[in-house]
């Protein structure tokens, strides 16, 4: 089955070698592109959590002068693969989440004192939910620097017009929410709707399957858990059925 693979560097070229390790074929056209340039500044001072919804947090945290003193704090992430990357990045305590920010919003109320310190989200520049609201919704104290920016696609490449043109695409990856809006966007100038719509889109979330709304009716296949694993497990029992 080939698959249009979505999602920004570098993690999209490890997806398509996952992919066709599985006996995939990938197309790789990232959507978004991630900016470490001119984030704000991480300040530790009576900080006594941090907060991680994407691994591009912590890659910018990195660059970091804050990352010494950040490294000796609990970190909250949002899933697997983002506490994975703070425990490559030395984090001593990592507390890993079920997947959302809702949910992480749950585990962080039952677990930290908001008169113990501040929390920091390290946090991009669009949000699928608020937590510091929510949080502060909770008596907490919340600083959300906005760490890394995503920088949307103007157009799809060339290779994947003309992919999606032909049919050789059998099915598309969306990760979040904002590639979603964005490949429903690309796909309505390129003038390929009509073309796209029996396709199925392997979407994460539901939140990230609404932003395809726009494109009417388009196949949706949504993974039980938003994990990778799940993504993956659903490409699996789609690809069976086209071949059987």
Do not use: W
């Not at 900016?35 to 990195?62: C, H, Y």
């Not at 749950?106 to 929390?119: F, K, R």
């Amino acid at each position: 089955m080939r698959l249009l693979v979505t999602r920004p560097e570098p993690d999209a070229l490890k997806l398509g070698g996952v992919l066709e390790d599985m006996g995939h074929e990938a197309t790789i056209d990232p959507l978004l592109s991630v900016s470490l340039e001119g984030g704000d500044p991480i300040d530790m001072e009576g900080v006594q959590a941090l907060i991680a919804t994407s691994r591009n947090a912590l890659r910018a945290l990195k660059a970091s002068p804050a990352l010494g003193l950040a490294r000796t704090l609990p970190l909250f992430a949002v899933g697997r693969a983002t506490a994975a990357e703070a425990r490559a990045l030395g984090f001593e305590t990592v507390i890993t989440g079920a997947g959302t920010a809702a949910q992480l919003v749950a585990h962080i109320v039952s677990a930290l004192d908001p008169a113990a310190g501040l929390i920091v989200h390290l946090a991009g520049d669009t949000l699928a939910v608020n937590l510091k609201d929510e949080l502060e919704a909770h008596g907490f104290r919340v600083m959300q620097p906005v760490v890394y920016r995503m920088l949307a696609a103007r157009s799809l490449a060339e290779d994947t017009v003309e992919q999606l043109a032909t049919g050789e695409i059998e099915g598309v990856i969306l990760m979040s929410p904002r590639t979603a809006a964005v490949y429903a966007a690309l796909v309505r100038k390129h003038g390929l709707t009509a073309t796209i719509g029996p396709l199925p889109h392997f979407c994460l979330s539901a939140a990230v399957a609404r932003q395809l709304q726009p494109l009417g009716d388009v196949r949706i296949e949504i993974a039980e858990a938003p994990r990778l694993e799940e993504l993956l497990a659903l490409i699996d029992e789609a690809a069976a059925q086209l071949e059987s």
